[in-house]
């Protein structure tokens, strides 16, 4: 039977979701032209809202001020700013798409997930989210241990939650403007001419964007015009003053470090001869082979510090019932031992790890380079590194750390600093776990470098990281008491970190005594990378803000070396030459140049400045002039 008339969908009728009702007669031009104005201003009111929201989501963990008063302190122009991008993605969405419901849906979902991984990334680490951590996207297992399996699962309903929402509530508002937006009836191609205009305008504005760094962006300056004020010795700082969405796109990816005016190969001639001099000077009294035949092992504790420093500093009446660093504190008063500035609190593990490993200083870089590992050495073929020094073809090269290859793209970045193998947690034998605790453990990384050791026919270059001491830690039977100002989740994390840190210490002592029983030369570099964010406000607030970035370490070796005091905390950059030093041992022109920067002369710092940024610059993004000469220790005349 054929259907009636009044059921028929002839041709000029909408019949299209969003229209919500009977079908219609193809709208007039003028009609045409409301809806579609229609459209755009409720994605403009929903695009400030979201802006607005991922604004308020970012006070509630600010370390300074209260939330609204924060919120209150941003300038509107900058927030309408923030809220235009969001506007422009939204629109671009809706010209490519025609539904309402299907780009609001979207860009809630992704604005969910953003406030939601920023309120836990500054709730964890005391840092804001940054462009690059989209690549924890691919590292699910520690995102979900990161944040709680309750908490995961919650974002993920949510994620569901909103577009069916976003759907309910377009297909309501689409009954009172219906016929929908782009529908093939004889306006149709207009409708087509108006799609595409505002697709490539919102476009345009996106392009703006995600190239907000380089030179003469526009969007850059449209928020320069608006009085930003860039904070890019503190990001943290920087998203407080301008507002989350302006510190979003402040890190975007930019250059790694401006390229010195008078950079060339003349001047990176003239400035290896220099430092070539100075460190024939220094070989003169060291011993050439001092290293040879020797193990030489660079171990990274993670969240390893010393608590007993910051309570004793603190006014807040902190008092802890054991010291969990015993050993620790009896090898470091008897040998080469010190203070580091760590680059991070609470968090940063790879940049530490970055600047161990070539004596590089993430400040040189621009501040937009917040994870050289992720975006810079995985990026390019090789990267120059002490693996250089210390490798092939004297020794065997092993990086070693119990955890997930990807974590910071290290199974990228190891080979691309010259290791030749690297393990990870599915590659080793010993992945035994502390009561409790879900990473494994530093007696089990341990066991797995002295077995690596003692296979290897060859000395060897060990890169070890661990992970025992990463948060969040909840599994341990008999925590450590702890008295101060805590509310009771914060006592039960700090009694948990001071459990783990005792483990750790006992760790450490079986480690030396494995060690001292092996009979191959073996030289160690232990250090702790940051601070756990386990300390209260309080504590914090009365404490020298510097002791929150200052970690302990210290040179260990199974044969007789010098004790070396530098008598100042030093970057993570520094510290290979304290192993050196030990084992008096030669250096290069490159570690001449980093031993005369630990020395801080005032008349000589700025040319030593120079150098020093001359050649990062040569040896991280330049032409590489000076690569082979200052990474060799030269011959003795």
């Not at 219906?178 to 009836?185: C, D």
């Amino acid at each position: 039977m054929n259907p009636s008339p009044r059921h028929a969908s002839p041709r000029g009728r909408d019949t299209g979701p969003d229209a919500g009702g009977p079908p219609r007669r193809a709208p007039s031009s003028p009609r045409l032209g409301g809806r579609i104005a229609l459209y755009l201003a409720a994605s403009l009111v929903l695009a400030l809202a979201i802006a607005v929201g991922l604004e308020l989501v970012h006070t509630v963990n600010d370390p300074w001020k209260e939330p609204l008063e924060r919120f209150a302190a941003l300038q509107a122009d900058v927030v309408l700013l923030g809220a235009l991008v969001v506007w422009a993605l939204l629109v671009f969405l809706l010209a490519l798409t025609g539904r309402l419901w299907i780009s609001a849906g979207v860009t809630l979902t992704l604005a969910t997930m953003v406030g939601f991984a920023d309120y836990q990334k500054m709730r964890l680490r005391s840092e804001p989210l940054y462009p690059s951590d989209v690549t924890y996207l691919g590292q699910f297992r520690f995102l979900v241990e990161s944040v709680g399996t309750g908490r995961a699962l919650g974002v993920a309903a949510a994620l569901v939650a909103i577009p069916a929402v976003a759907w309910g509530v377009a297909r309501l508002v689409g009954r009172r403007m219906r016929p929908g937006m782009w529908v093939p009836t004889r306006l149709g191609r207009r409708v087509i001419l108006a799609r595409g205009a505002t697709g490539v305008v919102s476009a345009a504005v996106l392009l703006s964007a995600v190239t907000f760094n380089q030179p003469g962006n526009v969007t850059r300056e449209a928020y320069e015009a608006a009085g930003v004020y860039w904070a890019p010795w503190s990001q943290l700082d920087n998203y407080a003053k301008n507002g989350f969405l302006a510190g979003l796109l402040y890190n975007l990816p930019a250059t790694a470090t401006d390229r010195p005016a008078d950079y060339d190969a003349a001047t990176m001639e003239a400035v290896v001869a220099r430092w070539r001099e100075a460190a024939v000077v220094t070989n003169a009294t060291r011993d050439a082979a001092a290293l040879a035949d020797t193990n030489i092992v660079l171990v990274l504790g993670e969240s390893f510090s010393d608590p007993l420093r910051m309570a004793a500093a603190s006014s807040a009446g902190v008092t802890v019932a054991e010291d969990p660093l015993p050993f620790t504190r009896s090898l470091m008063d008897g040998g080469t031992s010190g203070t580091m500035l760590s680059s991070g609190y609470g968090g940063g593990t790879a940049n530490v790890e970055f600047e161990v490993l070539t004596g590089m200083s993430v400040s040189n870089f621009q501040s937009q380079l917040h994870s050289p590992f992720q975006m810079l050495v995985s990026q390019q073929e090789s990267f120059p590194s002490f693996v250089r020094t210390f490798g092939e073809p004297d020794r065997a090269t092993l990086t070693l750390h119990p955890y997930l290859a990807s974590f910071y793209r290290r199974e990228v970045v190891y080979p691309v600093l010259g290791f030749e193998r690297s393990e990870f947690i599915q590659d080793m034998t010993h992945t035994d776990r502390l009561e409790g605790d879900r990473y494994v453990s530093d007696a089990a990384t341990y066991t797995e470098l002295v077995d690596e050791l003692r296979a290897s026919e060859r000395p060897m270059f060990v890169n070890v990281v661990t992970m025992q001491n990463h948060p969040p830690q909840n599994g341990y039977l008999s925590p450590i008491g702890v008295e101060g100002p805590f509310d009771a989740t914060e006592n039960a994390a700090m009694g948990q970190y001071l459990r783990g840190l005792k483990y750790s210490d006992e760790a450490l002592a079986q480690l030396v005594a494995d060690l001292a029983a092996l009979d191959e030369r073996t030289i160690v570099l232990f250090y702790g990378d940051h601070l756990p964010t386990v300390w209260p406000q309080e504590v914090l607030d009365t404490t020298d803000p510097a002791l929150q970035y200052e970690t302990p370490w210290f040179v260990f070796a199974n044969f007789e070396t010098a004790e070396v005091d530098p008598g100042v905390t030093i970057g993570p950059n520094l510290l290979v030459n304290q192993l050196l030093a030990a084992a008096q041992a030669p250096v290069t022109p490159y570690n001449a140049l980093l031993a005369a920067l630990a020395e801080e002369d005032p008349t000589r710092a700025p040319e030593l400045l120079a150098d020093y940024r001359l050649v990062q610059y040569d040896l991280s993004v330049g032409e590489g002039y000076s690569t082979e000469a200052m990474l060799s220790v030269p011959a003795q005349r």
